[in-house]
Each structure stands twice: as C-alpha cells, then as structure tokens.
C-alpha cells in the first residue's frame, strides 16, 4: 500500500529534480528515500521517474501520480488545520512568498507585530518573482503569496489588501523637476529606467506608458535593475527618471522625496493582495496576516476608488 511518507518523498523529487535535495529537504538519507520512491514503483508497476535525465524528470504517468500526491498530503495536512480553525488558534506553520519590490518596504511595517501577536504561528517568509508564487503555490511549496493581483488565473484564489499609488521620480536636474506634476503622455521619454524581466512592476510600467499610446524610446545606456534603490541610486548619478510605488517613496528621505512627482491625469495605482491555490483550510492564518497587513498601512491605500489600477498582464 502507498504511504503518505511516499508521497512526501515523490513530491519532493518532483520540486527539487535531485534524489539528495529531496533527501535532505525531508530529513532522510538518500538511499531510504531511494528505496521508498523504488518501492513504490514496484508496488504500482510504473516508473515515476526517469533517472536518465538531469535533473530528473517525472514520466508522462509519474506526474500524474505527483499531480495526485499532492492533492492528498494537501488534504492530509488540513486536518489540523480545519481543527485549529474550528477552535479560533491562530497556530503552526505559515509560509508565505513576497515579491522583491514589496518586500523591503511592507514587512518590515507588520512582521514584528504578527509575530508577537502570534507566538504560536511560525513564519517561513521567501522572496520570490510572481512566476515563481504562482508555481510555488500550484505545487503547495508555499501557503499564501503577497504579490501584486489581479493574476488571472483560475487555479489561484486571491483577496484585495491595498493599494499603491504610482509616482515619477526624477534626478535633480530633469526636466520633470519644473513640473510640481506631469501627465501619462510625459512619460514618453528617452530616460525611463526600469527593473528587470520578471519583476510585475516592470510590466505595470510598461502597460501604463502604453495606457495613452505613449511609446518607450531607448535608454542613456542599456540597464536595468532588479531594486528600487539601486535605481533611485543610478538616477541620482546618471540621471534620467524611473517610477516607483508608495510603500518604496515612503521609506526615501526628505531631500529625494522633493525629487517625486505624481501624475495630474490620473492617479495609477497597483493593487498588492494575496493569492492561495485553493478553499483554504489555514483561514485563521490567512484572514490576520490580511488584517495585520491593513493595520501597519495608512488607511487612504485601503481605498480601491482613489485611483485607476494599472494591471501588470496585458
């Protein structure tokens, strides 16, 4: 008969694509996981694994039977969730995925909090690109991701948190710095700096320039970044002008804070929320991470009406 802890080896296999990974990941030797996964191919007749890639690769059956295995550790896990939700304990394990421009800015304003509040909740935090949240959450790698919604994908449930207004800001000596605000089409601008592939806000950016048919000349020279700061820094020596959220313009000082602009046409918004890939048995987790994210914000980035969300997927 296949056993649970089969199951949790296979799973872990398929995530890590390396027997010793997987091993390690769950606290077992290599061969006694090697044995199990062998065991239960020979129980069932079929080859979960094809051994001869690198990394290894589940077979066309093999990743049905994962597919399958993960819905039922997921189903096996929830049992004590559904009891710590029936009793009102906000306790066990959440793990939570944050995309790298949220993360800098937002936990620092509620982790303390929740951990103090929670004494019992135990709090594994990674920083992760919303492709990889997405996979992450599909495969019950993570629980819950905070990340910039709407995702639009049918398998991921997801709730409004916040939202951010999307401000300019420019070197000392742009023209941008005349203005004491600018509309959409003035982003038609040889000097936009922008984050990297991968990162959602570089997207949003991308779709707000073309929001008024506006269109993206190319840069001083070829950069791009994967942080706020480090552009905020490039500007300030290069100069030119990128865009950046409110959570990251609140954390800048006095003297670059003089160096924003906001937009007179429209007020951009991004909406952050978070997204779990099914009817969540972690409820209580999730509905005070929810609110404990609310609380450590101002109140005006709870109101959706203050602005035009700006969606990061065409």
């Known amino acids: 008969m296949v056993t649970l802890v089969q199951l949790e080896y296979i799973t872990a296999v398929d995530t890590y694509r390396h027997f010793a990974a997987a091993a ?16 239960m191919e020979d129980e069932l007749g079929v080859v979960i694994f094809d051994r001869t890639k690198q990394p290894i690769i589940p077979t066309d059956v093999g990743a049905e039977i994962i597919a399958q295995a993960r819905v039922i550790l997921r189903e096996a896990k929830g049992i004590s969730s559904i009891v710590a939700n029936h009793k009102k304990e906000i306790s066990g394990e959440l793990r939570i995925g944050i995309i790298p421009s949220l993360a800098p800015y937002l936990l620092p304003l509620f982790m303390s909090n929740l951990a103090q509040s929670h004494p019992n909740l135990e709090l594994k935090v990674r920083e992760m690109i919303t492709e990889d949240i997405v996979e992450a959450l599909k495969k019950d790698i993570i629980d819950v991701g905070i990340l910039v919604t709407p995702l639009h994908d049918a398998a991921i449930k997801e709730e409004a948190v916040f ?76 100069g030119g002008f990128t865009l950046l959220p409110e959570l990251a313009i ?28 099914r009817s969540y048995a972690k409820g209580n987790m999730l ?18 009406d203050r602005g035009t969300i700006i969606e990061f997927k065409s």
């Open 24 to 39: 390690e990941k769950c606290f077992v030797t290599q061969p006694t996981l090697s044995m199990q996964i062998k065991k």
């Open 250 to 277: 609140a954390e800048m000082d006095d003297v670059r804070r003089k160096q924003v602009r906001t937009f007179t046409d429209m007020v951009p918004l991004r909406e952050v929320g978070i997204a779990y890939a």
């Open 163 to 238: 939202y951010e207004e999307i401000m300019v800001y420019a070197s000392i000596d742009h023209t941008f710095i005349e203005k004491t605000s600018i509309l959409i089409r003035d982003l038609e601008s040889p000097d936009l700096w922008l984050l990297s592939n991968g990162h959602c806000f570089r997207s949003q950016v991308l779709n707000l320039c073309s929001y008024h048919e506006t269109q993206r000349h190319s840069l001083p020279f070829e950069y791009e970044s994967g942080s706020f700061e480090t552009l905020v820094k490039m500007i300030d020596k290069n």
């Open 287 to 304: 509905k005070t991470l929810k609110e404990h994210i609310q609380k450590s914000i101002p109140e005006r980035m709870l109101a959706k």
